[in-house]
């Protein structure tokens, strides 16, 4: 089948990397960029059957992706951290915030 005919929303690395590059992920916010990483990753996995590497590549890719973007949104929102933080020092695998060697183990 023809690639436009099966896949509706057309999204490729390149065009997010232009739009990064652009700065419409700015105005349009992290929902855009989001939307248009997950479509990269959906028009492969929609175009390439299950029985192509293709497929594979991009489902394992999406779930990266995923597990990254987590860690990048904890990063970026400081109440979380500091609640994350907390909790790591009441589990004794965290010393005091700014004390001498305090920090997560073997990061200091």
Known sequence: QAYNAVVKRQV???????RLLGGSY?????????????????????FHGEEEVVHHMAKELSALFEREWEVVMRLLDPDKMKKEATKLQ???E???????????????
């Open 12 to 18: 490729d690395i390149p065009m997010v990397m232009d």
């Open 26 to 46: 700015i105005r349009g916010g992290r929902k855009d960029f989001l939307r248009d990483i997950r479509s990269v990753f959906s028009n492969a996995m929609m």
């Open 90 to 92: 009441e589990a004794g």
């Open 94 to 108: 965290m010393g005091p915030l700014g004390s001498e060697g305090g920090g997560v183990e073997g990061c200091q």
